[in-house]
């Protein structure tokens, strides 16, 4: 699968951006400094994979390409995909206009965004970060998997910025 004749993100915002303005409008989880936004969408795996920021939520979004099929998945249920920086769970996004679609949620509320431009930042690094190789002794997956065997916090831990904003892709 190549070329930009069939990245989805322009059908994803459509989507979205209709949602924005009819069943989220007015909600108090709607942040009215962002907007809706397609991040980074790329061919993988004869799918399309990309970040979807909304005023509401920001999710990693799977979504198939022209000759492949994803499971639907019901209420509930959920999906394991593995990136090169790991295994995230996924569940079915029931969009009609979309057709079938994954999602794993990564922040909700977007309230902590001040601007548009700062949640788009965060989701650039994430989605640097979902196809970044994992590394052997990678000291954030070293920190959770210590911190995970002692059943400890994680919110007690220091870490930097970019660690914490890979830490939905870690599984906690």
């Known amino acids: 699968m190549t070329g930009d004749e069939r990245n989805p993100a322009a059908k994803l915002e459509r989507v979205f951006n209709r949602i924005a303005a009819t069943?989220?409008?007015g909600?108090?989880?709607?942040?009215?400094?962002?907007?809706?936004?397609?991040?980074?969408?790329?061919p993988w795996r004869?799918?399309?994979?990309?970040?979807?920021?909304?005023?509401w939520t920001m999710n990693l979004v799977l979504l198939p390409g022209p000759d492949a099929r994803l499971e639907t998945l019901a209420p509930g249920q959920h999906k394991?995909?593995?990136?090169?920086?790991g295994a995230y769970e996924f569940m079915g996004l029931a969009e009609p206009e979309l057709g079938v679609c994954h999602a794993c949620p990564l922040i909700s509320p977007l309230t902590e965004f001040a601007t548009h431009e700062?949640?788009?930042?965060?989701?650039?690094?994430?989605?640097?970060e979902l196809f970044a190789e994992a590394k052997a002794g990678d000291e954030l997956a070293e920190m959770l998997e210590e911190a995970r065997l002692k059943g400890e916090s994680l919110g007690k831990r220091s870490m930097s910025r970019r660690d914490f904003l890979r830490m939905p892709f870690m599984g906690n």
Request: net charge neutral; glycine share 4%; with cysteine.
């Open 23 to 25: 069943r989220m409008a």
């Open 27 to 42: 909600l108090p989880i709607v942040n009215s400094a962002l907007r809706v936004e397609a991040v980074g969408f790329r």
């Open 46 to 55: 004869d799918c399309w994979a990309g970040v979807l920021v909304t005023p």
């Open 80 to 85: 394991v995909w593995s990136f090169p920086s």
């Open 118 to 128: 700062a949640a788009l930042a965060v989701a650039r690094e994430i989605i640097d």
